[in-house]
């Protein structure tokens, strides 16, 4: 941060920062009862209680076990301590600095947390989900958290590994990528105009496939987007279920057809998606341009230019004629840079072209159906954000209580990702770490004046204003009628 020395010719027109010059000697104590790092936990922590997280745990969590009282104090505090940045049952001791027993009740120890989460077994992890659930449900009517979600809503599929070491872990094992860790398997909603949410997560062993229970999580999240207004009261809007080819199965793909949900799911290149595209006629091609380069994984380069068709394809012919499934094959091919990466046994057709598919039913035209498809990658987004905060690391030896800390973390992503929809246009679409260093991790003094707590923040902060307003709209004043 500070910087003494001279600067050299070649450095002419750099700012340094510099200590003050006002003393020659500096100190620092740890001794102010009134002071606290987090502000913007204050405002975040009220949304929560205006949503009825402390009531939701409560009415749905039957934790009896030993270190399972008081759930209904301690599922608002771990959801705070990873709002503000906590990720490891340690971490939690953020909680218990300077004032923040002036500024909120119930604060527990860390230890007392950790005993609390290797209580959980599996049907209250469950429990757990429900409880996420309906605080989406509270949090998106509370804040303007997925506008124009009545009439578009997409709803993504993915499953992402977190690395874990040691022997301890419970359910560890090396996954797809061959990465040693346990799988999270999770379900976000968004719409064209708004970040996406968790709508369902669920911790799995390390060596899963990727589409395992896939069905059932959709099933929930179908709901949970239902009940956040995906579709409109009607259910005319688009209700569209995203995934890749590790979710390209009946069972995924039936479940959305269940749901009143549309789908649009990378193929595989299996034989009849291959003999699929050798039928498409070559007039039948539409060449595009992206106006920014698309990342291609087979060839490990940037492209630009592509060309798109689509043909009639009865997907599942293998299983009994009931569960055929008739929709669009919409392929994008780009040429190939190298010849040699053909797969063996291919035709001249692929040896000059590659191709990628995509099985959907949505009603959108071709162009547009195959760039919504390939938004499905905002969910890297949200994997990124939970790998940046609670979920870097799995706490726990305990498998329950990890899933129990899966739950918790889409609680608190999403309770961020509200609070950020309330300060203003660009935190309701930042990353939850942006929100966090701009809203949430911001310093300020307690001070008491009319029986009243008053918070102190630093003069000129750069988002005073996002700030200010998701103070009002949750501490200040009601409004007038």
Request: glycine letters at 8%.
């Amino acid at each position: 941060m500070a910087c003494l020395r001279p600067k050299s010719s070649a450095q002419k027109g750099i700012r340094w920062m510099r200590l003050s010059h006002g003393s020659s000697a500096s100190s620092a104590s740890f001794d102010d009862p009134n002071l606290v790092s987090v502000g913007g936990l204050a405002p975040v922590a009220a949304l929560a209680q205006s949503c009825r997280l402390a009531d939701l745990v409560a009415d749905k969590l039957t934790l009896k076990a030993t270190g399972g009282v008081n759930a209904q104090v301690k599922v608002p505090a771990l959801v705070a301590g990873m709002v503000a940045g906590a990720d490891s049952i340690a971490d939690m001791d953020l909680l218990r600095h300077g004032g923040m027993d002036r500024l909120f009740a119930g604060i527990r120890a860390p230890s007392t947390l950790g005993t609390f989460l290797r209580s959980f077994t599996f049907g209250h992890v469950r429990q757990l989900d429900s409880i996420a659930t309906a605080f989406l449900t509270g949090l998106a009517q509370a804040a303007p958290l997925l506008p124009g979600v009545d009439s578009v809503a997409f709803l993504d599929l993915d499953d992402t590994m977190r690395e874990t070491h040691g022997y301890a872990k419970q359910g560890a094992g090396y996954g797809y990528n061959k990465i040693k860790g346990l799988n999270a398997l999770i379900a976000t909603i968004s719409t064209p105009i708004a970040a996406p949410v968790i709508g369902a997560a669920r911790l799995r062993k390390g060596a899963v496939k990727s589409a395992r229970g896939a069905g059932t999580l959709l099933t929930e999240s179908l709901g949970t987007a239902r009940a956040c207004g995906a579709g409109g009261p009607d259910r005319r809007g688009l209700v569209l279920v995203r995934g890749d080819s590790a979710f390209y199965c009946h069972d995924v793909i039936a479940t959305a057809r269940r749901g009143g949900a549309r789908f649009s799911i990378t193929a595989r290149m299996d034989a009849a998606v291959t003999k699929a595209i050798a039928a498409i006629a070559e007039d039948a091609w539409t060449a595009i341009r992206y106006p920014q380069a698309v990342w291609d994984e087979q060839e490990q380069c940037w492209i630009s230019d592509a060309e798109v068709a689509e043909i009639e394809f009865t997907a599942f012919t293998s299983r009994r004629k009931a569960d055929h499934i008739t929709a669009r094959l919409i392929v994008r091919r780009v040429r190939r840079l190298n010849p040699a990466s053909v797969p063996a046994g291919q035709s001249e057709l692929f040896a000059a072209y590659r191709h990628h598919a995509v099985f959907t039913d949505s009603p959108q035209p071709m162009l547009a159906a195959e760039t919504t498809h390939r938004q499905h990658a905002v969910i890297e987004q949200v994997h990124a954000d939970l790998k940046a905060g609670p979920l870097a690391h799995l706490p726990s030896g305990s498998f329950a209580a990890n899933s129990a800390w899966l739950a918790l973390a889409a609680m608190a992503f999403n309770l961020t990702r509200a609070a950020g929809a309330l300060a203003s246009t660009f935190h309701a679409r930042a990353t939850t770490g942006t929100i966090r260093a701009q809203l949430i991790n911001v310093p300020a003094r307690i001070a008491r004046s009319a029986r009243r707590l008053r918070l102190h923040l630093p003069e000129r902060w750069p988002w005073q204003t996002a700030w200010t307003q998701l103070f009002d709209a949750t501490l200040g004043p009601p409004t007038a009628a």
